[in-house]
């Protein structure tokens, strides 16, 4: 299994965040800046509702934008953490047809935010291949290289679940 804590030569990313859909982003808490440093990425007012599977206090959003907050690691996911997933990717899709702004971040918004933006790219009817790799054109090459989330998506998170609590 591949995952940021284990390659650390894994680069941050040149922007903040990346529309992957019309109205569906990706990004994280740090980019990597102008003059080649390291930056932090705090969200103000930019979207709507903001998702958040890494939570570092002082990042955002602001008051008055709705913030669901479900840290997963970017590792093995239980039963209960893949739910999570799953309720996030739902709650991005009723805010998308909703017209709404939606951003899904992480880390670096490559694993655990592509595991989420690919889910409800898959309930929209995309197969998992193409999710993807839209989300690898539009966000990074990097995006998804934790080879054990592109197995759930392979697999189907409600099934990944299922197999999960079933070994639990």
């Not at 965040?17 to 007012?45: A, F, I, S, Y």
């Not at 970017?74 to 909703?98: F, K, M, N, S």
């Not at 709404?100 to 409800?120: I, T």
Request: aromatic share 6%; charged share 30%.
């Amino acid at each position: 299994m591949r995952t940021r804590r284990k390659q650390p030569d894994v680069p941050a990313p040149e922007r903040r965040w990346d529309e992957v859909v019309p109205g569906l982003w990706m990004g994280g808490h740090e980019v990597r800046g102008r003059t080649g440093q390291v930056e932090t990425v705090v969200v103000r007012d930019e979207f709507d509702l903001v998702q958040t599977l890494l939570r570092l206090p002082g990042y955002g959003p602001d008051q008055g934008v709705e913030h669901q907050v479900w840290p997963i690691p970017d590792g093995p996911l239980d039963g209960t953490q893949l739910a999570g997933v799953i309720r996030l990717a739902e709650a991005a899709c009723d805010a998308l047809d909703a017209g709404r702004r939606v951003l899904v971040r992480c880390f670096h918004g490559y694993n655990r935010s592509g595991l989420v933006v690919a889910h409800a790219l898959v309930r929209r009817g995309h197969r998992p291949e193409d999710a993807i790799r839209l989300i690898r054109t539009r966000r990074s090459p990097w995006a998804l290289h934790n080879g054990l989330f592109e197995d759930y998506l392979r697999t189907g998170l409600p099934t990944a679940r299922l197999l999960e609590e079933l070994a639990e």
